[in-house]
């Protein structure tokens, strides 16, 4: 079946890049996702690649997507304390558009 | 961007009540939102799919008549937890996908935190 995995936690310190890292299972997915949710809120979203897409920048946000291996990684440059959340990976699934989501991975960052 | 407005925020109420969530996309035509649920500390389990004038599409598991889910119209789904007991409580998170597109990305109203006492 569909599956999303991503590591649960993430130390960095201020200043430093913070690289999430997911794999999924689905080499069908169109689009996959980055969202961000902070402590008692909604999803966020930050970014999504296409599938067709190896890379995407936009600003302190890059999306790598190596499509052979099913490996999506989200790198946070210049990580701030503001940067600290529940990241979650996401794929798109069936003609719906539904989205699987990964566990989601915690960034601490640390002054 | 797109905006998408879920109210209320945060429910308390007693068991046995009903509450209704709204989910509105304020700036785009939303032919497909999505109901989402999240336990503390874990990620989104999907609720139900609904399409803007027929019936919601429901996960496995998830019961229809406990969950009543209206899409009337392009802008506004509703949820309604009918006679919600304390296993209820929980994050709802509502999402919707434009028009333009069944698989570009969706986007996420701020969650109803249901604490049922």
């Known amino acids: 079946g569909e599956d999303v995995e991503q590591s649960l936690f993430l130390s960095v310190r201020e200043g430093d890049s913070s690289v999430i890292n997911c794999t999924y299972t689905?080499?069908?997915?169109?689009?996959l996702y980055w969202y961000k949710q902070e402590p008692g809120a909604g999803l966020q979203l930050l970014t999504y690649?296409?599938?067709?897409?190896d890379m995407k920048q936009d600003q302190r946000l890059t999306v790598l997507l190596n499509k052979k291996d099913k490996h999506l990684s989200l790198r946070i440059a210049d990580t701030q304390t503001g940067d600290s959340a529940i990241y979650f990976c996401?794929?798109?699934?069936?003609?719906?558009?539904?989205?699987?989501f990964g566990k989601g991975t915690k960034l601490s960052v640390k002054p | 961007g797109a905006v998408v407005s879920q109210h209320p925020s945060r429910v308390i109420c007693k068991s046995g009540t009903s509450v209704k969530i709204e989910c509105r996309s304020l700036?785009?035509?939303?032919?497909?939102m999505f109901w989402y649920r999240q336990f503390p500390k874990q990620s989104l389990m999907l609720m139900a799919t609904?399409?803007?004038?027929?019936?919601?599409?429901?996960e496995q598991g998830v019961e229809k008549d406990k969950f009543l889910i209206n899409h009337a119209s392009l802008t506004l789904s509703t949820l309604t937890v009918t006679s919600a007991h304390p296993e209820d409580s929980s994050f709802y998170i509502c999402?919707?996908?434009?028009?333009?597109?069944?698989?570009?990305?969706?986007?996420f109203g701020d969650g109803t935190r249901l604490s049922i006492l």
């Open positions: 999402s919707a996908l434009g028009a333009q597109t069944s698989q570009g990305p969706q986007h």
């Open positions: 689905d080499s069908s997915s169109t689009y």
């Open positions: 690649i296409f599938s067709n897409m």
């Open positions: 996401a794929e798109s699934m069936g003609s719906q558009g539904n989205l699987i």
């Open positions: 700036d785009f035509q939303a032919t497909t």
């Open positions: 609904s399409n803007e004038g027929s019936k919601a599409t429901y």
